[in-house]
């Protein structure tokens, strides 16, 4: 059974920048899809970006493009979520969820593809 751990999450100014990993124990990324999403109080998960399964195909909000990166390492069986140029609106609790690689109809944004979630890491930008 997959199990995964966020870390990287604090406080931050706006402007600035914050990694965070996901550390997932399985024997090998390739067979899933893992996503990242954020939460504010009173407001729905929203998606954030996925790296897929064997091809490591990358996808993201529109929201966050240009400013986060996401990105694994096999090896580690981890994967980070670069945040550049942080904003206030980007404040909220970050998870990173495993969803099960080969979907013909995979919607990266769509909580119901993954089935494993992290307890999540606090991310607070301050203005």
């Known amino acids: 059974q997959v199990q995964l751990v966020e870390s990287g999450g604090g406080l931050v100014q706006a402007g600035g920048s914050l990694r965070l990993s996901c550390a997932v124990s399985?024997?090998?990324?390739?067979?899933?899809?893992i996503g990242w999403f954020r939460q504010v109080p009173g407001k729905e998960r929203e998606g954030v970006s996925c790296?897929?399964?064997?091809?490591?195909?990358?996808y993201y909000a529109d929201s966050v493009k240009g400013r986060f990166t996401i990105s694994r390492d096999n090896a580690k069986s981890t994967v980070y979520l670069q945040m550049n140029s942080l904003q206030p609106e980007d404040t909220a609790v970050y998870y990173c969820?495993?969803?099960?690689?080969?979907?013909?109809?995979?919607?990266?944004?769509?909580?119901?593809?993954?089935?494993?979630w992290g307890q999540g890491t606090q991310v607070t930008v301050s203005s």
């Open positions: 969820a495993a969803g099960v690689y080969g979907s013909k109809w995979f919607r990266w944004e769509g909580q119901y593809e993954y089935h494993k």
């Open positions: 790296i897929s399964g064997w091809e490591g195909a990358t």
């Open positions: 399985a024997d090998t990324l390739n067979f899933y899809n």
